[in-house]
């Protein structure tokens, strides 16, 4: 191809940051002009890592990440998509053997001048970071972070909404894509240049009435972004081309001299920055992930990109597999409608072709039968889209991230940007190895998993994980990596820094959990010191009662890992007894808020205690830690002086262990229901004792003695007092399944005469009710039970005497007998 006529100097591209209508201009505009050299605007010490783009294995979208060497946590990123202008400038150099520069201002000058900006107090809105450094808030170039020059305006114009306004368009997006998206995409003739010259005409107007725009750093960044284009120039002669945010054109064009250039950038701090490729996703170019450079739809740019003719067919076709994939009945006849639909609709409105609006609009009419439910996958699947980037090995990293790498690859765990559930079998070595380094990953603040709730249960062998991966986790990586070198390592180092600093014994008791599971054996003893001295000197009730939990289910799981925590043992046997002691006089003399506070920490104790007192013998058990805690609950549920909340769980408790009688749980709720009772200490009573625990609304239903001394109270409070205590109940109640609410309805709606609640004292039988449970018809389960669950017919369902090592369901099958068994009563 001839190389195109083009005026003399440089060739400036001005475009919008993921723009595909200037990604195609861009491209079409260096193959007519065949330029020496390609100037980009980024962050000159990335230089070194272009060549990496022309790599198969990198994979758009795709971000530079600049940190600082000596606190990785002050980072900006420079994100690049397949349709992004820069990019595809990029790539067009690399294929032609084509010299490619950045030439924005060094990322070592941007991180330093953000820190010193956000030391005195007026941090700017850059990168999505917060830092300045990266991407600018508005995607055509201009930097809104604080800087040197004048003061601000009152806010940072967007350039594209400024334009549409005038234009008469309320929507910047829809006007970007009449004049930009929606060009001849046949490939007739006329001037690659010419988009470029009406933008940066308009662009030349707009900083003429806006000065800045309010970016003040922008003076900075464009005179060493001139001092750059002087020096291509001046090595390769006018035969230079740059791509650039088109609010940057105008300055790069303005006649200005060296000297006034040098000046501005004289005395600019700096630091020792370190840059590399890193994965990138749609979903964080998306506007809404708090980019500032970001779009809406991000997955719509990226196929109007891709798409070599019929976009909106194209588009419909996709959307249509979609909801097919998702069992949506979509047919040849629907696609073809909204492709109908959204033409005509183009037309109405006035635009040239359908865009996102007209097309979206289609879409929920005819494939989605009106509803937004399924367009709301749509959005999320396709709008945005869900494609994550990939950076081939090669690219620098630091060494933590080496490894981490290995281990992700070693135990087929690779990251993705979409949100899975991970089901884990402790028993696998494999899965085993998965737990560890999620757990280690979470003692680094590297959140690429999180603990969910499915089929793990205390003391079973399985863990359920909640897995996304996103781009700002390098970062993370990169400032764990300055406590090692490894992930072991370096989790082993910050769990021993982490126990030093610790001020609270909670603290120290959940890092000895976090510890274990993450099985970190050199820091493990240093907790454990640690955890043993905070354990003596600390006298508070609280405080003991909120780590004793996390202490149990470690010595819980070191049951289940084989690992040794006979140190655990006496600690949490020491903590245990002086709850005991201590909490009775605790409960008492308590607001409102400080007893729903011990109710919660009551919960926890007696959870804990269920641990530890299972670790060990039933004879032990019996004689010793369980039946204590047993008497400190039956003393807080007589004790009238413990707040009603407390006293209300306490019983319940009890009731839920077989340890207290039904009629003995009927006369404690008679009394604490009882005229002489305040309204609003009864209602506590009742928030405690069916309120919140699991099965509390069950208990009701089948025990028509409770419910009928409820209804029988309530019906009895005094007008002047029931809106005190009606927020109460309401909190307790509206916590039942719907089903559960409207048995409950059911039951008082028909009254004592069918057969509903009624006011019975202790003693006096239910209609419908025996006096008792009936042992004989209970047992006639258990053998069915037992079947169910693979257990022979002599098993004992709890599992004490289960071997974990055995490596067998029998453990975990006795445990779910465990729990089954005993919500039963």
Request: proline content about 7%; charged content about 25%; aromatic content about 4%.
């Given at each position: ?117 956000r ?13 300045g ?71 030349t ?19 060493y972004?001139r ?18 945010g ?45 980019y500032?450079?970001g ?34 009945f ?19 409105r006035g635009?040239?072709l359908a865009?996102?609006?007209e ?22 699947r ?50 085993a ?20 709730a ?5 003391g079973?062998?399985?863990e ?22 490894t992930?072991?390592?370096?989790a ?12 609270t ?74 709850i005991?002691v ?106 405690g ?9 069950m ?13 029988a ?48 004292g ?8 025996g ?5 004989d ?6 053998p ?9 017919p002599g ?18 099958r ?11 009563g």
């Amino acid at each position: 191809m001839t190389p195109a006529a083009r005026p003399a100097g440089p060739l400036l591209l001005g475009v919008r940051h993921h723009g595909p209508g200037s990604a195609r201009a861009v491209r079409a505009a260096l193959e007519a002009a065949r330029p020496g050299v390609v100037l980009v605007e980024g962050p000159p010490e990335g230089d070194a890592l272009l060549p990496l783009a022309a790599d198969e294995r990198m994979r758009p979208p795709v971000a530079l990440l600049a940190h600082a060497v000596d606190d990785p946590g002050r980072a900006a990123f420079w994100p690049l998509a397949a349709f992004s202008p820069e990019w595809v400038a990029i790539r067009w150099a690399l294929a032609h053997e084509v010299p490619v520069r950045f030439i924005d201002l060094p990322a070592a000058n941007s991180l330093a001048m953000t820190e010193e900006e956000r030391r005195a107090g007026h941090d700017g809105e850059g990168d999505e970071d917060g830092n300045g450094g990266g991407r600018r808030a508005t995607d055509t170039g201009a930097d809104p972070a604080a800087g040197t020059g004048g003061p601000p305006p009152p806010a940072p114009i967007d350039p594209i909404g400024v334009l549409a306004g005038t234009a008469g368009y309320d929507d910047p997006e829809r006007w970007w894509e009449d004049v930009v998206e929606h060009r001849a995409r046949d490939g007739a003739a006329g001037d690659p240049r010419a988009p470029f010259a009406a933008l940066a005409e308009a662009m030349t107007a707009l900083r003429e009435v806006h000065g800045d725009g309010g970016h003040p750093r922008d003076a900075v960044r464009e005179a060493y972004m001139r001092l750059q284009l002087r020096k291509a120039v001046k090595e390769f002669g006018e035969d230079v081309a740059v791509v650039c945010g088109a609010w940057h054109v105008p300055a790069l064009g303005a006649r200005t001299t060296l000297a006034a250039d040098r000046a501005l950038l004289k005395g600019l701090p700096k630091i020792r920055t370190e840059l590399t490729w890193v994965p990138w996703s749609h979903r964080r170019l998306a506007r809404h992930s708090g980019y500032g450079a970001g779009i809406d739809s991000p997955g719509w740019y990226g196929h109007l990109f891709d798409a070599a003719d019929r976009p909106v067919e194209r588009w419909m076709t996709k959307v249509a597999g979609l909801l097919r994939d998702e069992d949506r009945f979509v047919s040849s006849a629907h696609v073809i409608e909204a492709v109908r639909l959204a033409g005509a609709l183009a037309a109405m409105r006035g635009r040239p072709l359908a865009g996102l609006g007209e097309t979206t609009d289609a879409i929920r009419a005819v494939m989605c039968e009106g509803s937004d439910v399924p367009l709301a996958l749509v959005r999320d699947r396709l709008i945005v889209g869900e494609t994550l980037g990939e950076v081939p090995d090669t690219a620098p990293a630091v060494p933590l991230q080496r490894d981490l790498t290995r281990q992700q690859r070693t135990l087929r765990l690779k990251p993705d940007s979409l949100e899975r559930e991970l089901e884990l079998d402790l028993r696998k070595d494999t899965d085993a190895a998965r737990s560890r380094l999620l757990h280690r990953l979470r003692i680094l603040a590297v959140g690429w998993g999180e603990p969910a709730a499915g089929r793990a249960s205390t003391g079973t062998f399985r863990e359920s994980w909640r897995l996304r991966w996103e781009p700002e986790l390098y970062v993370r990586v990169a400032e764990a990596g300055t406590w090692g070198t490894t992930v072991l390592s370096a989790a082993t180092a910050r769990a021993e820094s982490q126990a030093a600093s610790a001020t609270t014994l909670a603290e120290v008791t959940a890092l000895a959990e976090h510890c274990l599971l993450a099985e970190l054996p050199d820091a493990l003893p240093v907790v454990m010191r640690v955890l043993a001295d905070r354990a003596a000197l600390d006298a508070d009730v609280g405080h003991l009662a909120d780590a004793l939990p996390a202490l149990a289910r470690t010595l819980r799981y070191g049951d289940v890992r084989s690992t040794d925590t006979a140190a655990l043992g006496g600690v949490a046997a020491g903590l245990a007894e002086r709850i005991c002691v201590g909490l009775p006089p605790a409960c008492t003399g308590l607001d409102a808020d400080a007893a729903a506070e011990l109710r919660r920490r009551v919960d926890g104790v007696h959870s804990a205690i269920g641990l530890l007192t299972g670790a060990v013998g039933a004879e032990a058990d019996e004689a010793g830690l369980r039946a204590r805690w047993t008497a400190v609950l039956h003393g807080l549920a007589a004790r009238d002086t413990v707040a009603g909340v407390i006293r209300g769980r306490a019983a319940r408790l009890l009731l839920d262990e077989g340890r207290l009688a039904e009629d003995d749980a009927a006369r404690l709720m008679g009394l604490a229901l009882s005229p002489g009772t305040p309204p609003a200490e009864a209602a506590a009573w009742i928030e405690g004792f069916v309120g919140g625990a699991a099965g509390g609304g069950m208990l009701l239903v089948h025990d028509e003695r409770l419910l009928g001394l409820i209804d029988a109270w309530l019906t009895g409070v005094p007008a002047d007092t029931f809106a005190d205590v009606l927020p109460l109940l309401r909190r307790t109640f509206s916590a039942y399944e719907a089903g559960v609410r409207r048995t409950l309805g059911e039951l008082v709606r028909r009254g004592p005469a069918a057969g509903g609640p009624t006011a019975i004292g202790t003693g006096t039988t239910a209609p419908g009710f025996g006096p008792g449970l009936d042992t004989d018809r209970a047992d006639a389960v258990v053998p069915v039970l037992r079947l169910m669950l693979g257990l022979g017919p002599g098993t004992d369902p709890d599992p004490g005497g289960v071997d974990p090592g055995e490596g067998d369901e029998k453990h975990e099958r006795a445990e779910n007998a465990k729990e089954m068994l005993g919500a039963t009563g």
